[in-house]
């Protein structure tokens, strides 16, 4: 499973901006989708997961209100809309996948594939 983020850009405090993760070769749609991120000099952390059984979603306490994480199974593609950025959501932004994601899911290791990151950068 190969996984392409964009969206990323510069912004201003209160913008609204979407992440789009496109999914391509062998996918599933029973796979889990999330989104981590890691601003510099930190590591990288959860932020939002939507699970492969139920398709519950789960944010990071940092985001909830905030960020909503969605997905289009017909184009094999999951988002995450951020609204009211702040510029402590600075930060390299980065999808990942799951094919057996449980209870680890705020764990980056439980995800098997990963996207390239893309950069969100929020002024004041």
């Known amino acids: 499973v190969q996984l392409q983020a964009s969206g990323g850009g510069l912004m201003q405090a209160g913008d609204s901006l979407r992440l789009s993760c496109a999914a391509s070769?062998?996918?599933?749609?029973?796979?889990?989708m999330g989104w981590f991120r890691q601003a510099p000099g930190k590591e990288r952390e959860f932020v939002a997961v939507?699970?492969?059984?139920?398709?519950?979603?789960l944010y990071a306490d940092s985001v909830k209100g905030r960020f909503t994480i969605s997905r289009d199974n017909a184009r094999m593609t999951w988002y995450l809309q951020m609204d009211n950025l702040k510029p402590e959501d600075t930060a390299v932004y980065y999808c990942?996948?799951?094919?057996?994601?449980?209870?680890?899911?705020?764990?980056?290791?439980?995800?098997?594939?990963w996207g390239q990151g893309t950069l969100v950068t929020v002024s004041s």
């Open positions: 070769g062998r996918t599933s749609s029973t796979y889990s």
């Open positions: 990942a996948a799951s094919a057996t994601l449980g209870s680890s899911f705020r764990q980056a290791g439980a995800y098997d594939f």
């Open positions: 939507r699970t492969r059984i139920g398709g519950n979603t």
